[in-house]
């Protein structure tokens, strides 16, 4: 089969030079230039980007982490909170105990309180007061007064009922005797 001639063979002559260009193809060319030079930043921030969204992605997973265990700890918070009064009434028996003269009684009792007061500090838990210590109102409740020469004014005397604090949080006050001036 034969190919048909062209009519008008003086029309069709090939292109000498480069063709015309059209403002579609100059604005295309002009972007391609701006994103040639842009190429080094774009890769540089690519990687920082990439880096911030890792970090991103670290600080979701630690927040996910951190909320999880903030539960579990109001959970252990909430526990120990209902298990003070236990607390509490153990240490009336230790000191029942030890007024009683038993010492066997004496040293059962002095050794289980130990451990459990050891069990719980090291879940976090901490006295709200201690003997010596200057009274705190945030964390003491003042229940009486004493005169004491060993001990300087406006410290804790006594514990009269145990306080507890928590990673910070006071669970409990504790009742104190305080020591006044003469």
Do not use: C
């Amino acid at each position: 089969m034969r190919l048909p001639r062209p009519r008008f063979p003086f029309l069709i002559v090939p292109f000498q030079g480069e063709p015309p260009a059209s403002p579609a193809e100059d604005y295309l060319k002009q972007i391609v230039k701006a994103i040639d030079e842009l190429r080094p930043h774009i890769e540089t921030n690519g990687e920082k980007m990439s880096k911030v969204m890792r970090k991103i992605g670290l600080l979701e997973a630690a927040l996910d982490e951190f909320l999880e265990s903030s539960r579990q700890e109001d959970d252990l918070a909430a526990f120990f909170e209902k298990f003070i009064p236990v607390l509490d009434n153990l240490r009336f028996l230790k000191r029942a105990v030890e007024d009683s003269g038993d010492d066997q009684w004496k040293k059962g009792m002095a050794i289980f309180y130990e451990k459990l007061d050891k069990l719980f500090r090291d879940f976090g838990f901490e006295p709200a007061a201690q003997k010596g210590v200057p009274f705190d109102p945030s964390r003491h409740e003042a229940v009486d007064t004493v005169v004491d020469p060993e001990l300087s004014p406006g410290t804790v005397a006594d514990i009269v009922l145990d306080g507890w604090i928590y990673k910070g949080r006071l669970l409990r006050y504790a009742k104190v005797i305080v020591v006044k001036e003469k």
